[in-house]
């Protein structure tokens, strides 16, 4: 279906609808499918993502390129597309759309991307595994996720469960500040660190009630001011990992991207392939759970949101 404020984006017939019945949306996005993790496992998660969403009342758009489309909501073939391609799929930030578009590339978006995409289609919500952010050793390779720069510009919160330590929490935090990107924990006062609970890290504001979170969010936007939010919503203990056998498997797999002279956007794909096999899957494991858990708060703050 075409859509009047952007020519180039497509909905599903599951999103159109839902647009018309002025049902909540949550975007979810495809990066995490093409290069987050391995096939068939991404398709799977993918799905049940979609399904927790629907669960929670709100309705789920998967978003990715194709066609030279930027499509809300995909089919199940669409994102079994983009799950067998994987790797080969280009990764796409904010600064390759256009380019993806006009070569009718198959696109899988990040954060940043995702969230551009979400804020055309008037969606304000958006669940995902983690976010992008300083790499370590990124005050010298100036290595930052464009991520953390749309998040200061682009109206649209984000759920995660924190921040891998395959990057720098604590600069990551600080550039969110300096750039007045909330962050707010879901029922916790400390910054989740993606496979445990624990970073040692304040988050800004605890918050417990996805209604208040839903307002606070709300009067952000009503009162004009840009850009978005951090949700950070801790995994579940009983899907945590321990904190030593995870951090051993991320020192490992920076030491051999170092040693390989892995940059770029190559990096973020190499680090989670890597600690997913160092730690002979258990990770992707984990990872799963908690984006489960992120989608089904996700629908509940937009849910909420919809009824303000
Ligand atoms: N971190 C994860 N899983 C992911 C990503 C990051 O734990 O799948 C993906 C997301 O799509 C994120 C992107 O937006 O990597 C960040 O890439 P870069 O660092 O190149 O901006
Ligand atoms: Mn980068």
């Not at 969606?123 to 976010?131: E, L, M, N, Y």
């Not at 996805?210 to 009162?223: F, G, M, R, V």
Request: glycine share 8%; with cysteine; net charge neutral.
């Amino acid at each position: 279906m075409k859509n009047k404020r952007s020519p180039y984006l497509s909905y599903s017939p599951e999103v159109a609808d839902a647009i018309a019945k002025k049902l909540p949306l949550v975007a979810l996005e495809s990066t995490i499918i093409a290069h987050g993790m391995p096939y068939p496992k991404n398709v799977e998660t993918a799905l049940s993502v979609e399904q927790i969403v629907r669960k929670t009342g709100a309705i789920p758009a998967t978003i990715a390129l194709i066609d030279g489309r930027l499509k809300v909501g995909l089919t199940e073939s669409e994102i079994d597309l983009i799950g067998r391609e994987g790797q080969k799929v280009t990764k796409c930030s904010r600064r390759d759309l256009p380019f993806i578009l006009q070569q009718k590339k198959t696109g899988a978006t990040t954060v940043a991307a995702t969230m551009i995409v979400a804020a055309m289609a008037e969606i304000r919500f958006f669940a995902t595994g983690g976010i992008g952010g300083v790499h370590r050793g990124g005050a010298d390779s100036m290595d930052v996720s464009a991520d953390l720069q749309e998040l200061a510009q682009t109206p649209v919160a984000v759920i995660s469960a924190g921040v891998k330590s395959i990057l720098d929490l604590e600069r990551t935090l600080e550039y969110l500040e300096t750039h007045g990107v909330p962050v707010i924990g879901f029922d916790t006062e400390e910054f989740p660190a993606f496979y445990t609970r624990q970073s040692g890290l304040s988050v800004d504001y605890k918050i417990s009630d996805p209604a208040q979170l839903a307002e606070a969010l709300h009067i952000k936007w009503a009162i004009g001011m840009k850009g978005g939010a951090l949700i950070a919503n801790p995994i579940p203990e009983i899907h945590s990992m321990e904190k030593a056998a995870i951090d051993q498997a991320i020192e490992a797999a920076l030491q051999e991207a170092a040693e390989k002279n892995i940059r770029g956007k190559a990096i973020t794909p190499f680090l989670l392939a890597k600690v997913e096999q160092l730690t002979k899957g258990s990770s992707l494991k984990s990872n799963i759970q908690l984006v489960y858990n992120n989608a089904r708060l996700a629908g509940e703050l937009a849910v909420a949101y919809s009824q303000l």
